[in-house]
């Protein structure tokens, strides 16, 4: 006689589970974006998945090459951000905006080094999971320079909960932006085709994230198209518009993929330190809003724009953000993604001068 084969009623309910959850977090995405929330997909579908993964241990199926996808098409997206006008404004300010990569990079050192002492953690661990440095890059870190890679895990993503939270508040409070947040093929160099702006972009977005990923870059994925499409930008090469619908869909899968890292094993296992995590968190956005503010009044910068370039990542993240809102992208761009750059550069080194030891 045959085997009858029977389901697994516990599979089912998984299933049915992750269908459910990806469908609300694909209704908050666009509720958001109906709002004008800037990047309201991101925050509806990060809402969601916390939520579903707290109390249901269930989220989207976002896996690390849906992250890299989603990395990649808001990469090659910023790159419409940089025109003449823009590198002009970046010469002007290239003094003060170096300056306040240094001090970003400070704050953070600064926050975790006095939280390892009062939370009673290893030094490398704290700053690895409040260095703003992209959270895959650091969690990789942790674990070949011997830090408690489940506790950077958890204040990686508190700081990029606390700082993404405040960063569409600020947004939404300074007023949309009157255009559309991805730019139209009518708006890049000479006008093309849609199909050709489209095409060009899609290109950009799988060469750079392909060889930001080879060359083993922090978030890779992203900083490729951007590094690749920006020179491409100034010779005039049309790179940066997305037939409509594709970014919002991008935006969706960086939430559900950020929310979906608290799952409630790892949370009560961790919850010691939750809220030092939170603290920290929060002190380093009012530190880093310090900064901003001193930026703009030395400088002459709008608050906003000073605000998402000094804010302490995700870049990704505050990128999407400020593409809804009044601020200068291309600023905002040049500061984070040369912050993400020194600390990849100068992070491995530094950290292994520090005592792995716990504080007492």
């Known amino acids: ?35 004008h929330l800037p990047a309201g997909a991101l925050l509806g579908s990060m809402l969601v998945s916390i939520v579903a993964s707290l109390t249901l241990s269930a989220h989207a199926p976002v896996g690390p090459r849906g992250m890299m996808v989603s990395q990649s098409v808001l990469g090659a997206a910023l790159c419409s951000s940089f025109s003449p006008e823009a590198w002009s404004a970046l010469a002007e300010n290239w003094v003060v905006a170096l300056a ?15 939280c390892a002492r009062l939370g ?11 260095m703003p440095g992209g959270a895959s890059a650091m969690v990789a870190l942790s674990e070949e320079l011997g830090a408690d890679a489940r506790l950077v895990t958890l204040f990686q993503y508190m700081r990029l909960c606390v700082v993404v939270l405040v960063a569409v508040a600020v947004g939404r409070w300074a007023g949309d932006s009157p255009e559309v947040v991805v730019a139209r093929a009518a ?38 198209p951007v590094l690749l499409g920006i020179p491409l930008t100034a010779l005039g090469v049309p790179v940066g518009a997305w037939p409509p619908g594709v970014l919002p869909l991008a935006l969706w899968g960086l939430g559900v993929r950020v929310g979906s890292q608290f799952d409630a094993a ?11 995590a939170l603290i920290a968190s929060l002190t380093m956005v009012a530190g880093c809003l310090l900064l901003a503010w001193g930026w703009s009044a030395a400088a002459g910068v709008d608050l906003l724009t000073t605000y998402f370039a000094t804010s302490p990542g995700g870049a990704d993240s505050v990128l999407a953000i400020a593409l809804g809102t009044q601020a200068t992208v291309s600023v905002v761009l040049a500061v984070q993604v040369g912050r993400v750059l020194l600390i990849f550069l100068v992070a491995p080194s530094f950290l292994r001068r520090l005592s792995p030891t716990r504080e007492a």
């Open 100 to 114: 306040a990569v240094v001090g970003v990079v400070a704050v953070a050192q600064g926050v975790a080094l006095v």
């Open 120 to 130: 009673h953690l290893d030094p490398r661990t704290a700053t690895l999971g409040l």
């Open 187 to 224: 708006d890049l160099p000479g006008s093309p085709a849609p199909w050709l702006a489209w095409l060009t972009t899609a290109g950009v977005s799988l060469v750079g994230s392909v060889l930001g990923v080879r060359w083993k870059l922090p978030a890779g994925a992203f900083l490729g």
């Open 1 to 35: 006689m045959g085997t009858v084969m029977t389901k697994d009623p516990a599979s089912g309910r998984r299933l049915r589970r992750v269908v459910a959850v990806t469908g609300v977090s694909l209704l908050a995405a666009g509720l958001a974006e109906l709002a």
């Open 266 to 276: 790892a949370v009560a296992e961790l919850k010691r330190v939750a809220h030092i």
